[in-house]
């Protein structure tokens, strides 16, 4: 089965297409500047060297996604002969609140409940929704399905996800830690078992996703029991413009001093600080540690908190688990910034994590990079969430098949 995997941001949209078949990737692509003028689409065929490129305009999500169709059914550039070819789409969908810990078949129950969540991610939610129907109008009869960032935190205990707050808020409003990056956490986390011979099941993981956003999980036998993120992405670790968890009283002062709205603060919050706004050289590692090497101190400062940040939630995970097997790094940060992950495994000899210098170098495959006398294995792993999201989509969509011919 063909199953083509979407992933919708408001004026983005990324695409994967899969032959879930043999679990092989067939072609992937990006639309950006949706509803905007200078829309493009950038088809990639696997063996293909070079991209097919499509520069018109599109509207709104119906338009980008009736574009990317027309790219995989192409004669020259496509994948399938045509749009029936296509077995079932996986749509990434940022929030589900409490209300899913795995995927689903979307049916209109579904819509409704994440409808009730877009306050609770109102950034991600609607364009996720809108791709959901841009796609049931185009391939009507084709299963759909959720594949949530939120799920695979919802096994976390009510001691890691309740805020200190008045209780009433979370039964009135759902205000609680959910956390983020599920998909790509439970997707290393269940490499790591595979590459170090175990069973998740007698595992203790940490799991670092170190992108542009950054969260860490703690993963004891296959099931996340912390993450840094709360109840937005803007929780826990400095990231690349995220300021990460702060003295929630900073909102306030800044608003004050600054004469701005508490909108505005949290814009700041979001797009303005973490390395950006500390170093005020750049949000992108590459810059910051070339900037570093010229002497530049904010920027080695920038690096210095992340790192002290990740470091910060390893020990606490540490704890929390009493001990750890296996700590994954993932995403742009964990899986190319060989500087970085040494930073954050220096000297920590003592609780058992030896990171080796020499298997340390590497980027783009999956590694074992600790030494060999090290307590815990110490992993880089290519995070895959496009191929989780294909393999839940084939998964239940198989089985609604079967469930619909056993009728
Ligand atoms: P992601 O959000 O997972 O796509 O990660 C994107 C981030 O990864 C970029 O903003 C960079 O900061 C970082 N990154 C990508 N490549 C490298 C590299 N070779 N060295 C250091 N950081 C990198």
């Known amino acids: 089965m063909k199953v083509l995997v979407i992933n919708c941001g408001s004026s983005s949209l990324k695409y994967q297409m899969l032959d879930m078949t043999i679990e092989s990737l067939l072609a992937k692509g990006i639309v950006e500047r949706i509803g905007m003028t200078g829309s493009m689409l950038t088809h990639e065929k696997v063996g293909v060297e070079e991209k097919f490129v ?25 994948v399938v002969k045509n749009m029936s070819c296509i077995g079932a789409v996986g749509h990434r969908v940022v929030h589900a609140g409490e209300k899913y810990s795995g995927s689903v078949i979307i049916d209109k129950d579904v819509i409704e409940a994440l409808e009730e969540c877009i306050d609770l991610a109102p950034l991600h939610n609607p364009p996720n929704l809108l791709g959901i129907a841009a796609c049931q109008e185009l391939m009507p009869g084709t299963p759909q399905v959720a594949v949530f960032d939120t799920a695979f935190h919802q096994t976390m205990p009510p ?7 008045p209780y009433e808020y979370y039964e009135k409003y759902g205000i609680r830690r959910y956390g983020f ?14 590459m170090l011979g175990a069973s998740i ?8 996703h170190l992108g542009n956003g950054a969260s860490v999980s703690a993963i004891k036998r296959g099931k996340c029991i912390d993450t840094s993120m709360g109840f937005t992405p803007l929780a826990g670790l400095a990231m690349g413009t995220r300021s990460g968890s702060v003295d929630p009283a900073i909102i306030q002062f800044i608003a004050e001093k600054e004469d701005r709205s508490i909108d505005d603060v949290l814009n700041i919050l979001n797009k303005e600080s973490g390395m950006l706004g500390i ?11 070339a900037a570093l090497n010229e002497g530049n101190e904010r920027a080695a400062l920038a690096l210095k908190v ?5 470091r910060y939630y390893i020990g606490a995970y540490m704890l929390e688990m009493n ?6 790094f993932t995403a742009g940060v964990g899986e190319n910034d060989i500087n970085m992950r040494d930073v954050i495994c220096n000297e920590l000899g003592n609780v058992g994590i030896k990171l080796d210098p020499v298997k340390n170098r590497v980027r783009g495959r999956e590694a074992i990079i600790s030494r060999d006398d090290s307590k815990v294995s110490i992993l ?25 011919r056993g009728k």
Request: proline share 2%.
């Open 306 to 310: 992340f790192a002290h940040r990740v």
């Open 323 to 328: 001990g750890l097997d296996a700590l994954v």
């Open 54 to 78: 499509v520069k018109e305009e599109m509207n709104d999500h119906k338009d980008a996604i009736a574009k990317v169709i027309d790219a995989l059914v192409d004669p020259s550039h496509g």
């Open 279 to 289: 170093s005020g050289v750049s949000s992108d590692f590459r810059d910051l540690e």
């Open 181 to 194: 990056h599920g998909t790509s956490h439970k997707y290393v986390a269940d490499r790591a078992a595979y």
């Open 380 to 404: 880089m792993i290519p995070t895959n969430e496009e191929l989780v999201i294909a393999r839940d989509t084939y998964a239940l969509s198989n089985k609604k098949i079967g469930l619909n």
């Open 201 to 208: 099941d007698d595992l203790k993981i940490i799991t670092c």
């Open 159 to 165: 001691e890691s996800y309740t805020y200190a707050i």
